[in-house]
């Protein structure tokens, strides 16, 4: 049995959820439900391997060497059923700095990006911030038999977006953060078939691809035939799946040599040779030897998603939510109460005083919504529920 019951204090260390966090009591009381990193403990195995580096005493440059390929190959070959070949690795500090090279590399300044709203933020700022044009292919949002929360991609607003004359690429998320889903193989395949017949390079990222909450397994781009998955690059990283985003480390999978070269181009001037020294030992400890490790965190979050659903749903039954398929993130939809975000956030920010990554913030189709981070002690979401509660007994929005 695994650890996910320490809270460590990473208030004053300047952890990124903590930053510009005031306020003062228990520990438990103000953790923020925002970035989406963890509140548990590394596995044991990965900090031990951290300390024999540490006690090496030599942090010079380092390698994606062949006992890291090696790691990273038999992962993906167990947990998601791809053989990886060694000369398409291309390694980064981040998938997000592999998104931002891809738009540099593959869309001219003025030329279109697709993305698909909601959607991790840095989609959107990546493309604006160099100069590419956003286009859009809002999710379409339904309702399941049940009556949750359900999102589909509006294919034939994908077809007409990639057959733009200037729109070059698409940045594909697969888990879908925000909204939880994990695409089935049929939409993959369809995402991938468009971008091709367009000449669209479609980068597909895949950093929650370890966190399967639901039954339906990830299917990968790379497991895709020959000739669709020449046309991709594939964004993957251990950072999320074994909370290690601070080592700044991730794997970027581009199996057609031409597309592979023009991407290195851009990458030689940002990246480094390979992982850091710290980055390397943490990643082959974890793909080595924590996959029980992995299995234990997902049925704890699963333990997690379901506590908070039965807590919210019980007390505001006009919430709603996506179920969780994958990542450590609940999606979940306040509009019933409130028609103005900015009225939501500051209820949740001012009166039941915890802090979430706003839905507003992931485009079209995020307002009213709130981002719930999961993986943390139960004790944190069950101080968070009550306060929630609490305060909106004391919210005109609730009567």
Not at 134 to 147: K, M, S, T, Y
Not at 213 to 226: E, F, H, K, N, Q
Not at 369 to 382: D, G, I, K, S
Request: aromatic residues 10%; hydrophobic residues 40%; proline residues 5%.
């Amino acid at each position: 049995m695994y650890d996910f019951e320490t809270l460590v204090d990473r208030r004053a260390t300047g952890a990124s959820k903590w930053v510009g966090v005031e306020g003062e009591g228990e520990l438990e009381d103000l953790v923020p439900l925002s970035v989406a990193d963890m509140e548990f403990l590394a596995p044991p195995e990965v900090r031990r391997a951290l300390h024999k580096v540490v006690d090496r005493g030599v942090f010079g440059y380092q390698n994606a060497d062949e006992p890291y390929f090696e790691a990273c190959r038999d992962w993906y070959a167990r947990r998601q059923g791809w053989v990886a070949e060694k000369e398409w690795l291309v390694p980064a500090q981040g998938v997000v700095q592999a998104l931002c090279a891809a738009i540099m590399v593959f869309a001219r300044e003025g030329e279109g990006v697709i993305i698909q709203e909601p959607v991790y933020y840095p989609f959107r700022a990546g493309v604006e911030v160099h100069g590419r044009r956003v286009v859009n292919n809002p999710l379409i949002e339904g309702r399941d038999a049940a009556g949750r929360l359900s999102y589909s991609i509006d294919f034939d607003g994908l077809e007409a977006a990639a057959s733009g004359e200037d729109v070059r690429l698409m940045l594909f998320c697969n888990p879908h953060n925000p909204v939880g889903r994990v695409w089935d193989a049929d939409e993959v395949r369809r995402v991938a078939e468009i971008c091709k017949r367009h000449d669209v390079v479609l980068v597909s990222d895949e950093i929650h691809g370890d966190l399967i909450m639901g039954t339906r397994p990830l299917t990968s781009v790379m497991t895709l035939p020959d000739e669709l998955r020449g046309n991709t690059i594939v964004c993957t990283a251990p950072s999320k799946t074994f909370n290690q985003a601070g080592l700044m480390n991730s794997n970027i999978w581009i199996c057609d040599e031409k597309l592979r070269s023009v991407f290195n181009k851009e990458m030689a001037c940002v990246v480094i040779n390979g992982p850091s020294n710290f980055a390397r030992a943490a990643l082959m400890a974890a793909y080595g030897e924590c996959e029980g490790w992995l299995e234990e965190l997902i049925a704890y979050i699963r333990g997690n998603d379901a506590y908070v659903k039965a807590r919210l749903g019980r007390a505001f039954p006009k919430m709603n939510w996506s179920p969780l398929e994958g990542t450590y993130l609940s999606w979940t939809d306040w509009r019933g109460y409130f028609d103005n975000a900015d009225e939501l956030e500051c209820f949740a920010r001012d009166e039941a005083k915890i802090t979430f990554d706003e839905g507003a913030i992931f485009g079209v189709g995020g307002a009213g919504f709130e981002r719930w981070n999961l993986a943390c002690p139960r004790r944190v979401l069950e101080r968070a529920c009550n306060r929630f509660i609490a305060a909106a007994e004391r919210n005109p929005h609730f009567s």
